[in-house]
């Protein structure tokens, strides 16, 4: 009989291994969200106050939260053009910190306050200790669609205070003249490509696995929710020799036919987005 474990590693080693599937052609998902960004950054600029902190989690390396900052800066100089000090405060937030750092760094010649934290947005109730309201609180690179939706939009609406903004982005699927099926073909080709199964192998393969000790499958389920039909990856890692991992002090046993269940990531339309958002009391602001 096949059991089910959970899985979960995370070394250091595994930062390079991001950042090369983030900027991998094959797998274009932050690089198109980026460019997006880039292209309305004015039009989102502008529903921000002057001062306001900006909160990032899941910060990676900084990227985005760099151009966002520029923005910022530009505004709110024009904005008080006699004075030379600009009143906004960055928290970078991530569970790896050599990425906390490393955001930190790629701000360094900004004129913006500073301080990274290192935490998971599951602790936002004690995250929030450390930032000075109102906030831009944001969840960039599609992490958005990694959590459960109900549950991470919950979270961040139960600890978001009036005056507060809410800024995420997600690799939306398309809505006209797509068939069922050509959506699959083209998330599948995505989320299948080399480098993004061999960043999901890494782990074993770090801790002396050989490739084939194992296979990895990636399916793409149709699945009912609240907003009606979305779709879910779904990621295994099928054990086929039976193998001793030394991880530190401790040794993880894994048998022939054990399954570890990986991370997935949702795909939603632009209105079920907004539906979700509706549901869980958020005011939209239209971008024009």
């Given amino acids: 009989m096949n059991c089910l474990i959970t899985f979960y590693i995370w070394a250091l080693e595994e930062q390079k291994n991001w950042l090369k599937l983030d900027g991998?052609?094959?797998?274009?998902?932050?690089?198109?969200?980026?460019?997006?960004?880039?292209?309305?950054?004015?039009?989102?600029?502008?529903?921000?106050?002057?001062?306001?902190?900006l909160v990032s989690v899941g910060v990676g390396n900084g990227e985005k939260e760099r151009i966002f900052l520029e923005a910022l800066v530009r505004k709110n100089l024009a904005e008080?053009?006699?004075?030379?000090?600009?009143?906004?405060?960055?928290?970078?937030?991530?569970?790896?910190?050599?990425?906390?750092?490393?955001?930190?760094?790629?701000?360094?010649?900004?004129?913006?306050?500073?301080?990274?934290?290192?935490?998971?947005?599951?602790?936002?109730?004690?995250?929030?200790?450390?930032?000075?309201?109102?906030?831009?609180f944001c969840i960039l690179g599609n992490t958005f669609c990694n959590y459960e939706?109900?549950?991470?939009?919950?979270?961040?609406?139960?600890?978001?205070?009036?005056?507060?903004?809410?800024?995420?982005?997600?690799?939306?699927?398309?809505?006209?003249?797509?068939?069922?099926?050509?959506?699959?073909?083209?998330?599948?080709g995505t989320y299948a490509s080399r480098e993004n199964a061999l960043f999901n192998?890494?782990?074993?393969?770090?801790?002396?696995?050989a490739?084939?000790?194992?296979?990895?499958?990636?399916?793409?389920?149709?699945?009912?929710?609240r907003i009606g039909g979305v779709?879910?990856?779904?990621?295994?890692?099928?054990?086929?020799?039976?193998?001793e991992l030394k991880i530190g002090t401790e040794t993880i046993g894994l048998r022939e036919g054990d399954i570890i269940r990986m991370g997935f990531t949702y795909k939603y339309t632009y209105d079920q987005i907004t539906a979700l958002l509706e549901i869980c009391g958020f005011e939209i602001l239209k971008l024009s």
Avoid: C
Wanted: glycine share 4%; hydrophobic share 40%; proline share 6%.
């Fill in 231 to 243: 779709y879910r990856t779904r990621k295994s890692l099928y054990i086929l020799k039976d193998t």
């Fill in 24 to 53: 991998a052609k094959t797998f274009p998902v932050a690089r198109q969200l980026k460019i997006l960004m880039e292209k309305n950054l004015d039009s989102i600029v502008r529903f921000i106050p002057t001062g306001m902190s």
């Fill in 149 to 188: 939706p109900e549950f991470i939009l919950q979270l961040v609406h139960e600890n978001l205070e009036r005056g507060d903004l809410f800024f995420f982005d997600a690799n939306l699927l398309p809505t006209e003249g797509t068939e069922a099926q050509s959506v699959r073909k083209s998330v599948l």
């Fill in 211 to 225: 490739p084939e000790d194992f296979d990895f499958e990636l399916l793409l389920a149709h699945v009912n929710s």
């Fill in 80 to 136: 008080n053009p006699s004075s030379e000090k600009v009143s906004i405060r960055y928290y970078p937030i991530d569970i790896n910190s050599e990425f906390v750092d490393i955001a930190l760094e790629k701000v360094d010649n900004l004129p913006v306050e500073k301080k990274g934290i290192v935490g998971f947005i599951e602790d936002m109730a004690t995250l929030k200790e450390n930032w000075r309201l109102p906030i831009l």
């Fill in 201 to 209: 192998m890494y782990p074993l393969l770090q801790y002396g696995m």
